[in-house]
């Protein structure tokens, strides 16, 4: 039992609810991604094969919904996905951490998302607006609305994975920097290629100053692209040193945003900060650089170690600030001027992995420079893996975690993990403990439902579990869980009720909380057959890190009884009495209270003898035990109704003032009712007093409630004696 959750049954109480709503928590939506038609980003097509060598296939997660992952690129704003393969993250995978390649080139970047279940997987493309700061109504606010709307029409929150100064332009859109879009609640993470936190390194390039410690960067980045310079008017491949950085330097001094990328800028210090609930996680690329004899101008600023430049774009501290994870992919090399104290007339950059290169230096691709992070095969891998992992933690368990949860103890049994969906170890003399599902697997949605109880925005799972012992049947109990199949709490029925049978219709969960639905028992019930619904409420109470009760409510008979008894009065049958009896039965009472005797109270008993406050009137006329084993429906519960004098005479309501009635023997019909679900009552039977009985052969249709402990009616006796 759980301590969280003790109400006795005296607690509750009688009132009419609605009906409850779907077991099954419902995905915001469960549409195709290409269902999102939102400004700057596109869905990416399939252009890839996967590793394997099959087809990629876009396809939801087990909720049936998709995850948006946007792609946001570095300073060119290059991102479409076609078959030019000109987009950032469209390359093929040919490098790697170690410098050996992969024996064949694997799917590119977007290709290994798109293959991920639940990856709807988006290109955000501004280059129109290339190099400019953030602010620029084509970066960061028209990344800022295309989050909105996917993050809308998918009903998942995003996850962004963003090259170079991408990231600038993603901690714009998300960090609310207009006031009132601060997107923590639409964005979960933030992944990011060479994308500094604190300032570029090319953009530093507009500061001066040599021969301090932290200058040595700035000044070999200016050799660098210096040399590269040197030999135009020759074409490098896009991803080398002087194919990338040479213009990204340009393009962000040409826009005049070279100030603002600076590190210590007024924008970039003005930019807030990742809400706490984004995490980050970081891939970045380490050029280690040795200049031991290295001249400028007869001076020697230079440590005879390793000199960092990052990946040439940003340094690695940038990009790494404030990162959950990061991998790092290095190079080393050692650089060397030729030249006179006045006028450096050569510059030469030795592989320290690959010495023969030389001076081809300026137009090979490398795995450590920013350019070319997205092409490393175990950066993607490493990738895949988080993603993969975020969307698992975004859904529930799945059948088989099911079957092997941790279970509380319940009918005496200890606690334990289920195998198979029953808890072992109990010899079979002695009962068992079994998840209800497992049971009975077409009641799944009524036994297993998931929601997030938590409010951590995934989803947890709540569980039916039944249990036996030497005694016989005892009360379900439900159990939650989070989606690592931790339990977060139980309630065993029977804490609830303080009755011993105690059987789920079913259990819903809606904005964090949850409802039960069930069916126990009274004192003049059989044993076989509980026949009071009940419904609670329950939340997750993180305090107590259990499971707390709500409202509670019960129904049983009597108001489908009332309302039969008002419709044979009155002689007006409402559609709500209509549903509650075939015609045959309704027009039978009528007729009885009309031709046999005023219908004077109404008042419902278990059946006989263990309800032993029958009338002995009753028993004599019906039998000592009622009802009889003849195969005819005759009911779960059954109202007597006491009858007044033959003919129609008048009521109490019209008896004029000081009217003394004469005796009227004590007789009653019965109304037999039958329970065929929650709050669903069925009258199947009608006997007046001496044997004479109408039995209807009764439907599936009708409901109704109403207390435990009647209340009395007007102009007649107590609905309980």
Request: hydrophobic share 35%; aromatic share 6%; glycine share 12%.
């Amino acid at each position: 039992m759980n301590r969280h959750l003790r109400l006795g049954l005296g607690a509750l109480t009688v009132l009419s609810l609605t009906l409850p709503t779907t077991a099954l928590a419902r995905a915001a939506s469960t549409g195709a991604p290409n269902a999102a038609a939102c400004g700057s980003i596109e869905l990416a097509p399939i252009i890839d094969h996967a590793d394997d060598g099959s087809k990629i296939t876009s396809r939801p997660d087990r909720r049936g919904v998709y995850v948006p992952i946007i792609m946001v690129p570095d300073w060119t704003g290059r991102a479409t996905h076609d078959a030019t393969r000109t987009g950032e993250f469209s390359v093929p995978l040919d490098m790697s951490t170690t410098g050996t390649p992969p024996a064949t080139p694997r799917a590119s970047l977007i290709g290994q998302l798109q293959n991920i279940p639940g990856a709807a997987v988006y290109t955000f493309d501004y280059r129109a607006s290339a190099g400019k700061w953030v602010d620029d109504p084509g970066i960061g606010p028209a990344l800022g609305d295309a989050i909105d709307c996917v993050t809308a029409a998918l009903g998942q929150k995003a996850i962004l994975i963003t090259h170079g100064l991408g990231g600038t332009a993603a901690r714009y859109a998300v960090a609310g920097q207009v006031a009132g879009h601060d997107r923590g609640n639409e964005v979960t993470t933030v992944i990011g290629f060479g994308s500094p936190q604190n300032g570029s390194q090319l953009a530093d390039l507009t500061n001066t100053g040599v021969g301090t410690t932290a200058s040595e960067p700035r000044i070999l980045s200016r050799l660098l692209i210096g040399a590269c310079a040197g030999l135009a008017p020759a074409r490098f491949d896009p991803y080398s040193p002087c194919g990338s950085i040479p213009p990204e330097a340009a393009a962000i001094g040409v826009s005049g945003a070279a100030g603002s990328y600076r590190a210590g800028s007024a924008a970039l210090t003005g930019l807030l900060p990742y809400p706490p609930n984004v995490a980050l996680d970081s891939f970045a690329g380490d050029v280690a650089v040795k200049a031991p004899n290295l001249g400028w101008f007869n001076l020697r600023p230079f440590r005879t170690d390793q000199v960092s430049l990052g990946d040439l774009a940003a340094s690695t501290a940038a990009v790494t600030l404030g990162a959950r994870s990061q991998l790092r992919s290095t190079c080393s090399f050692t650089l060397n001027a030729f030249g006179t104290g006045e006028q450096s007339v050569g510059l030469r950059l030795d592989d320290a992995t690959a010495p023969q290169l030389g001076p081809a230096w300026a137009g090979t691709v490398r795995q450590c420079y920013g350019a070319d992070l997205t092409r490393i095969s175990e950066f993607a891998d490493s990738l895949t893996a988080l993603i993969t992992k975020e969307i698992r933690d975004r859904q529930p368990l799945d059948t088989s975690e099911l079957e092997s949860l941790p279970v509380p103890s319940l009918c005496g049994h200890p606690a334990g993990n289920l195998v198979g969906g029953y808890l072992p170890g109990i010899p079979p003399d002695q009962g068992e403990v079994a998840l209800a599902s497992t049971v009975d697997p077409s009641r799944f949605k009524d036994y297993t439902v998931f929601g997030d109880l938590t409010n951590d925005g995934v989803p947890d799972t709540v569980v039916v579990l039944k249990c036996t012992n030497a005694n016989g049947q005892g009360a379900d109990a439900i159990a939650a869980y989070d989606n690592g199949a931790t339990l977060l709490g139980s309630v065993s029925l029977d804490a609830v009720t303080d009755r011993p049978r105690d059987e789920v219709y079913q259990v819903s969960v809606s904005k964090e909380t949850g409802r039960i639905d069930w069916r126990t028992t009274r004192d003049t019930d059989s044993p076989c057959c509980p026949t009071v619904d009940a419904t609670a409420t329950f939340t997750y109470d993180p305090s107590t890190g259990g499971l707390k009760a709500g409202k509670l409510t019960s129904f049983n008979e009597t108001e489908i009884a009332a309302a039969l008894f008002d419709a044979a009065r009155t002689g007006k049958v409402s559609k709500k009495a209509a549903g509650m009896a075939p015609p045959e039965i309704i027009n039978a009472m009528i007729a009885a209270n009309r031709d046999n005797g005023i219908f004077r109270s109404l008042a419902c008993y278990g059946p006989s003898p263990q309800d032993a406050s029958w009338p002995a009137v009753a028993k004599a006329d019906f039998g000592d035990s009622w009802p009889p084993s003849d195969g005819t429906r005759h009911g779960d519960r059954f109202c007597l109704i006491k009858l007044g004098a033959t003919g129609a005479g008048p009521t109490y309501a019209q008896d004029p003032a000081g009217f003394t009635a004469p005796p009227e023997p004590e007789r009653y019909a019965l109304l037999g009712l039958e329970h065929v679900g929650f709050r669903n009552w069925m009258a199947v039977e009608f006997r007046l007093p001496g044997g004479e009985d109408t039995t209807g052969g009764g439907n599936d249709n009708g409901g109704g409630g109403g207390g435990i402990f009647g209340t009395p009616r007007p102009g007649g006796g107590p609905l309980f004696p």
